[in-house]
């Protein structure tokens, strides 16, 4: 009851916003992109297709905002701005002639009805898969929140090889493009790990649909680098080091072998560096032990903005999952990696994930600067 009286609430403010700003998204083409996994690469490639193709086009991701030509800092585990703020950029780009605007958005924010105003000429679905139970509480309710912006929206864009594509299709109100058909141009064109052949089909179906060329959006991809922390090589000399952002068990279960497969071929071991948000959803924590233990030679567990939750429970539900006994728990982080880097022999690869571009780690009630980059940095003395 009290979350409806709240959803209520962000109603009426987006409404407000909206009117006040004059409802700016009818000013403008607007693609949502939203999905458990993915959806901030998704984000990114479209903008960086468009602005290939000399279109004029602003974009709201996790990483950071582009609007009308500067950029802004959406603040510390921020996807989608707050509904005041939303029309706000949208009205900026469209005082500026932007033709697209590309914004990223959870599934709280769609659920809270905070983008109650803007309407989508394109909506996308990149997955959906376990994340964030400890606010929807079922996995249904969850596929519900995402589906609002597909009514949300003209066209909607989703994943047919998706557990969630049989409820999507029957239950949305739109004519619905699957973008497994374009996978095999991205296959064929790009070699890439299976997640990003997702995301990069869904990016060239969007731009598709906007009536740009094969040429013209193949051309781009090729361009194209894939945004802060996201699959990101930080060190390559005897052994490798990447960042990446994925924290749900899908996502592990995506990355960690194509890892394997790109770059221990010829034998190394895996070590993977990872937490689990607190004050989070909880029951994700087992499958995410369960997944890395899977791919992993090695695992370190460690903090991962644990706010006020114990760190040792944490930890304690995610070693519930791992079906060895190859890990070991180091409370710091910093300690963390520098225990991974320490480790790693010739042809071994350390895999730091949870955190990726995030400027910040939260522990108990304070947010403490922090950089993923910074801390490979110090451990290699670089």
Known sequence: MFQKIKNIYHLIRAFLANLYYGFPSRRIKMIGVTGTDGKTTTTHLIYHILKHADKKVSMISTVYALVAGHEYDTGFHVTTPDAILIP???????????????????????????????????????????????????????????????GMSKIGIINKDNESYKYLSQNSKLKSQNYISNLKTVEKTFNLPKFNQYNYAAAYTVCRQLGLSDREI?????????????????????????????HTPNAFASLLPELRRLYLDKGGKLIHVFGSAG????????????????????????????????????????????????????????????????????????????????????????????????????????
């Open 218 to 246: 193949l051309g781009a991809i090729k361009t194209f680098n894939l945004p802060k922390g996201r699959l990101e090589v930080v060190y390559d000399r005897d052994f490798k080091v990447i960042i990446d952002f994925a």
């Open 88 to 150: 706000k950029y949208i009205r900026m780009a469209a005082d500026q002639k932007d033709e697209y605007f590309i914004l990223e958005t959870t599934s709280h924010r769609l659920d809270q009805n905070q983008l109650f105003g803007t309407k989508f000429e394109i909506g996308v679905i990149t997955n959906i898969t376990h994340e964030h139970l400890d606010y929807h509480r079922t996995y249904e309710d969850y596929v519900r929140s995402k589906e609002k912006l597909l």
């Open 279 to 382: 004050l989070r959803d909880k029951t994700k924590r087992p499958l995410m032990g369960e997944a890395s233990s899977k791919y992993s030679d090695y695992i370190i567990l460690t903090e991962e903005d644990y706010r006020t939750e114990r760190l040792e429970d944490i930890c304690g539900q995610i070693t519930s999952g791992i079906e060895n006994n190859r890990y070991k728990i180091v409370n710091r982080r910093e300690q963390a990696i520098n225990k991974a880097i320490e480790m790693a022999k010739k042809g071994d690869l350390v895999v730091i994930t949870g955190k990726g571009h995030e400027k910040s780690l939260c522990r108990g009630k304070i947010e403490y600067p922090w950089s993923e980059h910074e801390a490979v940095k110090k451990a290699l003395n670089l």
